[in-house]
């Protein structure tokens, strides 16, 4: 497994496991056959309601804490009459506890909406702790993203991103890299749409070198030195998934790849009023 070194020294697999959408009951199972078939980088949120399944899966997988990168994620924290400094701590530890872990080695704010500079001054307080290795962002922008770390004493390690064929977001990882920041896609594969899977630009190049369309999106991604984090609840797609260190795309596929570049979301907008306010309305702990 390829790792990359994050700004402050942790090793991060280049490669992970997401279990975003699996249902609860379904979690449990699939990260078993995850941690079995080699991941060793499990993605969850509080959001996702399956950190139970999650803690679960690890505890039975009987491998040791050291050899696992596990990653969650902070819900915007409501506090009208408290403090969001206080609520995110408490959070923090609701997703330990979930997890049945005494750290993280990455903790993610997962909206750029709310106080999250409350929520990010507890993260680094956290971090100082001890108690995450590393702490990053979701679904930031660059000006956001730029203005966090123009304000604050930590730079994000990490910014979980949508990015795919179709939005391939080569600016923002530009400015990123600029920052010391880790780009990381969530969607990888854009959950089918536009029938990415029969595309034939991603067919012929995956015909070219005996693949899947799926195992030459993750490569083109690792080419690009972006974290990505594939779900699957079948352990043969999940083996293939892991099986993309053995090729290596030429620089005229990748340049293929890259025409495919919409510049826009498949799924929804963070700059979007309606989306906001949807978001912002929803509760976790």
Same mark, same amino acid.
């Given at each position: 497994?390829? =790792?990359?070194?994050? =700004?402050? $020294? ?7 496991? $997401? ?23 499990? /993605? #969850?949120?509080?959001?996702?309601? =399956?950190? %139970?399944?999650? $803690? ?8 040791? +804490? ?15 009459? $408290? ?13 330990? /506890? +979930? ?5 993280? /080695? ?32 979701? =679904?930031?922008? %660059? ?12 730079? %994000?390690?990490?910014?979980?991103? !949508?990015?795919? %064929? ?7 990882? !530009?400015?990123?890299?600029? +920052?010391?920041?880790?780009? !990381? ?12 899977? #029969? ?13 899947? *369309?799926?195992? *030459? ?25 892991? /099986? ?8 005229? !596929? ?28 929803? +509760?976790?702990?």
């Amino acid at each position: 497994m390829k =790792n990359v070194t994050l =700004n402050n $020294g942790v090793e991060m697999p280049i490669l992970g496991f $997401g279990v975003f959408q699996i249902p609860a009951e379904e979690t449990q199972a699939a990260v078993e056959a995850a941690l079995e078939a080699g991941y060793r980088h499990p /993605d #969850t949120a509080a959001s996702y309601g =399956n950190e %139970p399944a999650v $803690g679960a899966a690890i505890k039975a997988s009987g491998i040791a +804490r050291e050899e696992l990168f596990v990653t969650t994620k902070l819900w915007i924290q409501h506090a009208p009459a $408290g403090s969001v400094y206080d609520d995110s701590k408490r959070a923090f530890r609701n997703s330990l /506890d +979930r997890l049945g872990l005494d750290y993280l /080695d990455l903790y993610l704010i997962h909206q750029p909406l709310g106080d999250y500079y409350s929520e990010w001054r507890a993260m680094q307080d956290l971090n100082k702790e001890g108690l995450a290795r590393a702490i990053g962002v979701s =679904n930031f922008h %660059p000006d956001r993203l730029v203005d966090l770390i123009d304000h604050n004493e930590i730079v %994000p390690a990490v910014n979980q991103i !949508e990015t795919h %064929p179709f939005h391939q977001r080569a600016a923002d990882q !530009e400015l990123m890299q600029e +920052r010391g920041v880790q780009i !990381e896609s969530w969607g990888p594969f854009a959950e089918g749409r536009n029938q990415l899977f #029969t595309d034939p630009v991603l067919t012929a190049i995956a015909e070219a070198h005996g693949k899947s *369309v799926a195992q *030459v999106v993750l490569r083109w991604l690792i080419q690009r030195d972006v974290v990505v984090i594939p779900k699957s609840v079948r352990p043969e797609r999940m083996a293939e998934n892991l /099986d993309v260190f053995g090729f290596t795309l030429t620089e005229g !596929e990748m340049a293929r790849i890259a025409a495919m570049d919409t510049g826009a979301s498949l799924f929804f907008d963070h700059r979007d009023p309606d989306k906001v306010s949807w978001l912002g309305g929803r +509760r976790y702990n």
